[in-house]
């Protein structure tokens, strides 16, 4: 599975960016998708995740109430919407998936690494939040 991140780019801490994901040649609608971040000279980090059908999400605490994931099966596409974004959220941000999986993974309640529970990554989108 080939995953295509697009809509990274510059913007004024307290501004918005929306994210998308999509599947080069293939269908995602019936995957979860998780989306991750990883800032320079700090680890990837977990941001949230999404279910098949978009009913069920999870987002990591940092994230509550400023990032909205979605999901259009008819578009093939998952979005992150982020609100509100600060400084330090600075990083490149990765969809990734797992085709056997329809219901999304958390990783803290999982062992494995990232890599283990959501195997398929994009090459991820720059996002630059400045102060």
């Known amino acids: 599975v080939e995953l295509v991140e697009t809509g990274g780019g510059s913007v004024q801490a307290g501004g918005s960016l929306r994210l998308s994901c999509t599947a080069s040649g293939r269908t995602l609608n019936t995957y979860a998708v998780g989306w991750f971040r990883q800032a320079q000279e700090k680890e990837r980090e977990f941001v949230g995740a999404?279910?098949?059908?978009?009913?069920?999400?999870y987002y990591h605490d940092s994230v509550k109430g400023r990032f909205t994931i979605s999901r259009d099966n008819a578009k093939n596409t998952v979005f992150l919407q982020m609100n509100s974004l600060k400084p330090e959220e600075t990083a490149t941000y990765y969809c990734a998936t797992d085709p056997r999986r329809e219901l999304p993974i958390v990783p803290e309640f999982y062992s494995g690494t990232y890599s283990d529970l959501y195997p398929y990554w994009g090459q991820g989108t720059r996002v630059t939040v400045s102060s």
């Open positions: 999404i279910g098949h059908h978009g009913i069920i999400v």
